[in-house]
């Protein structure tokens, strides 16, 4: 056991290094430098460090105030130089972990940083990867690659840890404080050390029996979300057939107080998680000649939502002899975040223009999309020529003024339920 960097830990004397300042870590750098310790924050994309070197935010979860006071007031810092690992006794691994366009996961940032890690000298320290990785890729991927030059033992001379990051961008309850942390080390040690880390900036950590436990852990728990959302997509489809309201019967039952648990349909899967990570559990059974069979059963139906939803709208365009032309209200993965990774929405709109069917859209939080080879921008929802088109809700951001934008549109498409307490102006909507 490392008594010596336990200690540091206890007296708030590490220095914490984290690599990559996205939507993950980002607010964990902050999060330690609120918490006493010293911390640079790494990461390549320059336009990045030169914003928070001035003190401006990129993430609609972080107010540039907050950030500029966080910066004012503790001992934290942000660079592009890798140089900085030599003096950091924790390095905190939170780059992306996309797939690929075969949608097979893509490993190369976390191989990429872990090749730089192994460049400077490791002994003594705490290493933590917090991006999802299929299970067992820290053991097999990233330990060989620390190790590879160096004689150091694992345990004992370096450490090495998994922890899933468990951030939900655009709500407010649930933060790094009070989520609880899971976290598995290669040893028995790593893990120790890991619960001491992570204690110093959550209240409740929760350690398992190994990095691949903690891997499994976050995959299951969006694999969990990822059927389950596929499950009440196909009853949103079913119900439509059946002429029921999905939205009245998701009310009703979820007044059962046991044995339910609400989920709600959509136009389709977004984000850095959900969309993802049941992918890397997949990829992982694919390699040893089994599968999940919930697993490709949902995929079907969640990524065939953006289709369902352009089929509905020109089912609801033909209906009522509206312009062969959509209005797309939001475009970001979720409500109120700047984030449009594996957005639904933008699954639509490639559809649409390779179906070559003329839209625009509106998002208060992305000024621009590139779909192919055309850049489309955000154009006002005020136009009284949006009569006579088809408004389709696909992400339903707070700052919305539903009653503003009823006014503005005859026939709204609601795949969000966002206007389920609407009563006003004559506006035909129609829901998923």
Not at 18 to 46: E, M, N, R
Not at 65 to 92: A, E, G
Not at 237 to 244: A, G, P, S, T
């Amino acid at each position: 056991m490392n008594n010596k960097l336990i200690n540091k830990l206890n007296n708030k004397k590490a220095k914490i290094c984290v690599i990559g300042l996205g939507y993950i870590g980002l607010p964990l750098s902050l999060s330690f430098a609120i918490s006493g310790f010293k911390v640079s924050g790494i990461d390549i994309d320059q336009t990045k460090i030169n914003d928070l070197n001035n003190k401006i935010s990129y993430i609609s979860d972080i107010e540039s105030t907050f950030l500029q006071n966080v910066i004012q007031s503790n001992n934290i810092d942000f660079s592009s130089d890798f140089s900085r690992l030599t003096s950091s006794d924790v390095i905190i691994i939170c780059v992306p972990t996309p797939l690929n366009k075969t949608k097979d996961p893509d490993i190369s940032y976390i191989v990429a940083v872990a090749e730089e890690i192994a460049k400077f000298d490791i002994s003594n320290k705490l290493i933590s990867l917090e991006s999802t990785v299929y299970p067992g890729a820290t053991e097999e991927i990233i330990l060989p690659i620390l190790s590879k030059k160096s004689d150091l033992k694992i345990g004992k001379d370096f450490n090495l840890v998994f922890s899933p990051e468990r951030i939900d961008p655009g709500q407010k309850e649930w933060d790094l404080k009070n989520t609880p942390k899971v976290v598995g080390g290669i040893t028995e040690d790593c893990g120790i050390l890991g619960e001491k880390l992570y204690n110093c900036v959550s209240e409740k950590v929760i350690k398992v029996s190994s990095t691949r436990a903690a891997e499994m852990t976050k995959l299951l728990e969006n694999t969990f979300r990822a059927a389950n959302i596929g499950l009440i997509n196909e009853m949103a489809i079913l119900c439509k057939q059946l002429n029921l309201d999905i939205w009245e019967i998701i009310e009703a039952a979820k007044t059962k107080p046991y044995g339910y648990m609400p989920f709600y349909p959509g136009p389709g899967l977004g984000g850095h998680c959900i969309p993802v990570d049941p992918r890397y559990l997949e990829w992982k059974l694919e390699t040893l000649n089994s599968e999940s069979k919930y697993i490709k059963l949902s995929e079907e139906i969640n990524f065939s939502m953006p289709q369902y939803v352009i089929d509905r709208a020109k089912e609801i365009i033909s209906i009522n002899n509206l312009k062969n032309e959509l209005k797309i209200i939001g475009a970001t993965y979720k409500k109120d975040v700047s984030d449009i990774r594996e957005s639904p929405a933008i699954d639509i709109m490639q559809l649409l223009s390779d179906q070559k069917i003329p839209f625009t859209y509106h998002d208060p939080y992305i000024n621009k999309i590139e779909i192919g080879s055309k850049t489309y921008y955000s154009e006002s929802l005020e136009d009284t020529n949006y009569n006579n088109v088809l408004g389709i809700i696909v992400t339903d951001h707070s700052s919305y003024n539903w009653a503003e934008i009823t006014q503005n549109f005859n026939f709204i498409f609601d795949t969000r339920n966002a206007l389920r307490n609407f009563v006003g102006n004559d506006v035909n909507i129609y829901k998923l």
